[in-house]
């Protein structure tokens, strides 16, 4: 299973979160990036429909598979060594 970890850190004068080498917007506030980062990981836990897609490698090449739509990642916010989990998305939460 592949996992996306979104890192809280300073970021034009604010704080951001960081997947990879890929920044969110800035947040006036550390409390505002961590809410923001929780939001966008428990998005990624919402399952969609099942289909068959193409893409394209760095090589150019292009392939096509099938794309489990209940197939997401594993999610976690980390600041630091603070863990925090993802906004509990469930109906009524």
Known sequence: ????????????GGWAYRFRDVY???FPSHSEAVE???IVAAEQQVGGDSAEISW???RGKWHEE?????????TEVVDGKLHFPPV?????A
């Open 88 to 92: 509990d998305t469930a109906p009524g």
């Open 36 to 38: 923001a980062a929780r």
């Open 24 to 26: 969110s917007e800035a």
């Open 66 to 74: 099938y794309a489990d739509g209940g197939d997401r990642p594993e």
């Open 56 to 58: 394209q490698d760095e």
């Open 1 to 12: 299973m592949v996992k996306v970890t979104y890192e809280i850190v300073p970021h034009d």
